[in-house]
């Protein structure tokens, strides 16, 4: 079965550094998201991307964040200047449409910011 | 806005006995529900879903969950657990319509005895 991978699985960097995850979603999916998860919380939507444009975002996602799908196959985040709030479970996930398909979610990058 | 609550951050069960994870949610639109499973080091796959055609819905592994709109609930249960089910359980909402993010709820973390 076709699945949403995630590299690396875990990224340690310094405050400051940029860093960039990347996803590969299943390759017939339209839309792409980015969720996080803090350690000991619940899992937060950052962002949506369809068509090559983000089509909802939330607060989190502030103008240090940004999404791209530079080839067609992969959809990477960036955090330009990373803090340590910023450290969590970060998930990929992809669906064919929007609404009722389900989304399916990678297996995620562990974010560790010293 | 839609909002999801998990009541029970943490439930124990004997293998073989019931499961019920009880989940409520709040949304301004009919809502798609979803519940997802999360298992160690894993990402979240998703069990099952509600999208409006059978408030009864099947999913894998023998859970199921039952749409209830005058109670706002959306409750995962198995009828007999088994040791495998040990996860955490991740009930989610999207709203429809052109909002596709998932909003989750903190997760209920199952735990299955001998």
């Known amino acids: 079965e076709p699945e949403v991978t995630q590299t690396p699985s875990h990224q340690v960097t310094q405050m400051g550094q940029e860093v960039i995850l990347r996803c590969v979603p299943i390759?017939?999916?339209?839309?792409f998201y980015w969720y996080r998860q803090i350690l000991g919380q619940k899992v937060e939507f950052l962002v949506s991307?369809?068509?090559?444009?983000?089509?909802?975002k939330s607060e989190i996602f502030d103008d240090q964040f940004s999404v791209e799908r530079p080839d067609g196959s992969n959809f990477t985040l960036k955090i330009r200047s990373t803090k340590l709030e910023d450290s969590a479970m970060y998930f990929c996930?992809?669906?064919?449409?929007?609404?009722?398909?389900?989304?399916?979610f990678g297996d995620g990058t562990r974010l560790s910011i010293l | 806005a839609q909002s999801v609550t998990q009541l029970g951050s943490h439930v124990s069960v004997s293998e073989g006995a019931l499961v019920l994870l009880r989940c409520n949610y709040s949304s301004s639109v009919p809502p798609y529900l979803f519940w997802y499973v999360q298992y160690p080091n894993q990402g979240l796959q998703l069990l099952l879903k509600y999208t409006s055609a059978a408030t009864l819905v099947k999913g894998i592994n023998g859970f199921e969950a039952e749409f209830k709109k005058s109670e706002t609930s959306f409750h995962l249960t198995k009828p007999s657990a088994h040791m495998s089910d040990a996860a955490e359980y991740f009930c989610?909402?999207?709203?429809?319509?052109?909002?596709?993010?998932?909003?989750f709820g903190k997760g209920t973390l199952l735990t299955v005895n001998p």
């Open positions: 996930a992809s669906s064919r449409q929007g609404g009722n398909q389900p989304q399916h």
């Open positions: 991307f369809y068509n090559n444009e983000i089509s909802e």
């Open positions: 390759s017939n999916h339209l839309y």
């Open positions: 989610a909402v999207s709203g429809g319509g052109s909002n596709y993010k998932l909003t």
